[in-house]
């Protein structure tokens, strides 16, 4: 970075130093920044070329000039970059905006850009707090760092910038119904170099420490509302690892508020309470001022040389890890440098009034806004100081290298178990773990692809979960191993008590390979991390840029079925049906029936990029294997199929019998046997992924639908009783598969939130879900008499007349 000489470097500083508007430069940040001129003099960085206060001189002014449209945002109807005062006209009949938390981010993303200028270095950014998206947006229009979509509406000119704040929740809708405006509420995939909606606070905090990439760094804007939401943030400094991690530098925007009332941590004790948690955690803060773009670019550079020489040392065998993870604290009052600063107001709309209505709203928008304009001449002298890209070949902030992730795998051949030659006789069954497909399938990938970072996301009981090859080969990441267990410092199984956290760092590893695997019941505290990747991989979709990272395969095992034993917490197949309800392109939720079916899976997972693939597995060891390689591969790729070695006489159903789950399969045979032997004709259906066969809600999801001819072939008009056995509550799987319906000839049997501490044959009756009740639901929808189909003991037991033990629970299922 230049300094130039001495007395031009002092002028160059006193220009600086004098700030901006309401930007000023306290005693320590110009020390701090002293320093860290001395600091780049001497090792020769020179970043992009311009020096170092006359760049900052222009960073203010960038600064300044974001802040004002961020108001204007918020209020104006019109901008005048000639900074003239507003009149009623100019004002929105009906303003909106998160004002005081953008406020607060335009210095921070602001010194993001100015880092990056003094350094030469493109970082990737995040940002927890979505819902300031404002202030990113202001700062790439004033700097043209934008994405098509915004490039081609906004400029820096009155008609620009105007048509840039209408467009801020305008909530329009074109002629052929879609929003209008590329700006949203929160982060977007129009916002350049956006990676997270953020809408979900907390999630950041605990995905950053795994995102880039040894080589990469990775600037994470948090902030303190956010802090109390995920607890396992706390933890960062136990996973971070040199040797497989790019640089992170996490900042808090400490501004102390909430909505309606201060952040719990500023009641507990603010900034100093917060300093002592996160030493105790391990963390190495700075505290800074939040209101100076100059104090995050010492921020930034500072805590990147603090974290890689904490890692030097490690190398020359000086420290161990955990080492000391550097962590911004910007404090500032909420909305600093506008009217209503520090107060509840500053959240939504500070000025406590309507300008376009009220005179006195109006002249504090006037009053302070004027000391935050910057006239046009000076912006654009200031703006071209940060970017200069072109000229020193660094890529833009909208292409930093989180971004542009386009990652993809070789994907080795599974290992298929050979099928019965008469899967009609159960004696001839064998048996083995789906599980052990899934485990196998995940590390032999891994081997097959030694360039990408494996993560493992796992809250607890890999090996009860039957990942045990996975585990011993990469082992829980912890800071101290532990004699005789599957420990290592630089382990890839992120494990915790903590669904959260550990879900967080699969999704956040996006450069590399993952998996997720968690007890069912316990996938549903994942949920929002999930839902937040699903949402922004589909509007990515939809904007034509699909996303490059692999597909993740999150695997719920010890399911609601077999976890009979362990209650009603333990029983929940809710995470599969809340995802099931997302767009089925991007949120593939397939029940694996058999190790074949699993094999075939986890061979197609990591041929797909941009998904997340809901796995429902069983991991108990007498799981039958019914389905040949073959089969298992044509059951993926169609989503279902009619099993031709089931049924009886099928070309001449009267009925359909569809299992949906691996227990339900084995519960649909034994019915289907049944059906068999008393001559009744009928087709057996195993639907893998029930959302192909759904009605779709976009082109995307019409793409992925199963194809036209197949739904006919396994569900014919003239066959109207159809009966579905699911491994689900029945009535979000009949909702999704209301395409399959004939109304009341169709009949789901499933999950119906009946529970206690029984076996998986008790589970299956008191949810009525058994053969049995496969058997009274067909006689229904054939209107034939249950004495048909049913024996009178087995009748007395479904009546509640007898104990279904010897008559229907202990009826040779598997």
Not at 418 to 432: A, F, I, L, M, N
Not at 739 to 750: A, E, H, K, N
């Amino acid at each position: 970075m230049t300094i130039a000489t001495p007395r031009g470097a002092d002028a160059a500083f006193t220009r600086w130093a004098g700030g901006h508007g309401a930007i000023r430069h306290t005693r320590l940040t110009r020390a701090r920044i002293r320093e860290l001129g001395r600091r780049l003099e001497s090792t020769g960085t020179r970043g992009d070329g311009v020096p170092l206060f006359d760049l900052l001189t222009a960073l203010d002014r960038v600064t300044s000039a974001a802040m004002w449209l961020v108001v204007h945002e918020t209020y104006a109807h019109r901008v005048h970059l000639d900074g003239r005062d507003l009149g009623p006209e100019d004002f929105k009949p009906a303003p909106e905006g998160h004002t005081g938390g953008a406020l607060n981010m335009v210095p921070a993303y602001a010194g993001y850009m100015g880092a990056n200028a003094v350094t030469g270095d493109t970082r990737s950014w995040i940002m927890g707090q979505g819902h300031c998206v404002a202030a990113v947006d202001s700062v790439n229009l004033l700097l043209g760092n934008l994405t098509p979509a915004h490039a081609e509406r906004y400029d820096v000119t009155d008609e620009g910038l105007t048509r840039y704040v209408r467009d801020f929740y305008s909530c329009r809708l074109t002629d052929d119904g879609r929003p209008d405006s590329p700006l949203g509420s929160h982060v977007n995939v129009h916002t350049a170099g956006g990676l997270a909606e953020g809408g979900y606070l907390g999630f950041v905090e605990l995905s950053y420490v795994h995102m880039p990439l040894p080589g990469e760094r990775l600037v994470a804007f948090l902030s303190d509302g956010a802090f109390e939401e995920q607890r396992g943030s706390d933890w960062a400094p136990r996973w971070w690892r040199a040797e497989d991690s790019g640089l992170v530098a996490p900042i808090m925007i400490a501004n102390g508020r909430r909505i309606d009332q201060r952040t719990t941590m500023r009641q507990a004790g603010g900034v100093q309470w917060f300093v002592r948690h996160l030493r105790l955690n391990g963390f190495d803060p700075l505290v800074f001022d939040g209101r100076d773009p100059a104090a995050f670019v010492w921020a930034i550079v500072e805590m990147e040389r603090r974290l890689a020489k904490a890692a030097a040392g490690v190398r020359a065998g000086e420290a161990r890890y955990p080492v000391p993870l550097p962590y911004g604290v910007a404090v500032a009052p909420k909305g600093a440098g506008f009217y209503g600063e520090g107060t509840n107001l500053a959240h939504n709309l500070p000025l406590g009034a309507n300008p376009h209505t009220d005179p006195a709203a109006a002249a504090h928008f006037n009053e302070w806004a004027r000391r935050l304009w910057v006239s046009p001449d000076e912006l654009r002298a200031a703006a071209a100081a940060l970017q200069r890209h072109e000229a020193t070949g660094r890529p833009r902030e909208r292409d930093h290298p989180l971004a542009r992730r386009d990652v993809r795998a070789i994907v080795p051949a599974p290992e298929f178990r050979p099928v019965s030659d008469d899967r009609r006789d159960r004696e001839r069954w064998t048996r083995t773990s789906p599980m052990s497909a899934v485990d196998d399938g995940f590390l032999a990938t891994v081997r097959a692809n030694p360039r990408l970072r494996p993560r493992v996301g796992n809250p607890d009981e890999m090996r009860s979960n039957r990942m045990q090859r996975t585990l011993d080969a990469l082992r829980f990441r912890v800071t101290a191993p532990e004699a005789g267990i599957p420990e290592a410092v630089d382990g890839a199984v992120i494990t915790a008590l903590n669904e959260e956290a550990v879900v967080s760092a699969a999704l956040a590893n996006k450069g590399g390979i993952n998996i997720v695997v968690t007890y069912e019941a316990f996938g549903a505290k994942m949920h929002g991390a999930v839902r937040q990747e699903i949402i922004f991989a589909d509007e990515q979709n939809a904007a034509g840029r699909p996303p490059g990272w692999l597909s993740v395969p999150l695997v719920l095992t010890s399911h609601a079925w077999e976890n009979a034993k362990n209650e009603r917490s333990h029983q929940d197949p809710m995470l599969a049906e809340a995802l099931l309800g997302e767009p089925s392109d991007v949120s593939r939720v397939l029940f694996v029936a058999d190790h074949n079916t699993a094999a075939a899976v986890m061979e197609g997972v990591y041929a797909t990029r941009g998904q997340i693939w809901t796995l429902v597995v069983a991991k108990a060891a007498a799981i039958p294997d019914l389905f040949t390689p073959e089969e298992a591969r044509r059951l993926l790729r169609d989503g279902g199929m009619r099993l031709v070695w089931a049924g009886h006489d099928p070309d001449h159903a009267r009925i359909v019998l569809t299992a949906v789950g691996g227990y339900q399969l084995v519960e649909a045979l034994a019915a289907s046997a049944r059906l068999a032997e008393r001559g009744v004709a009928h087709a057996v259906v195993y639907l893998l992924e029930p959302g192909r066969f759904r009605a779709p809600r976009n082109e995307r999801e019409a793409r992925h639908l199963a194809p036209a001819a197949l739904r006919a072939q396994l569900y014919p008009e003239s066959v109207r009783p159809r009966l579905f056995l699911t491994h689900t509550r029945p009535e979000p799987m009949l909702g999704a598969l209301a395409p399959l319906s004939t109304g009341i000839r169709t009949v789901g049997l499933g999950f119906v939130n009946q529970g206690a501490t029984l076996d998986v044959d008790g589970m299956l009756f008191v949810n009525c879900a058994t053969w049995a009740h496969a058997l009274d639901a067909a006689s229904r929808l054939l209107d034939v008499d249950r004495d048909e189909l049913l024996t009178a003991d087995e009748q007395a037991a479904l009546d509640h007349r007898r104990s279904p033990a010897g008559v229907i629970s202990d009826h040779p299922r598997v």
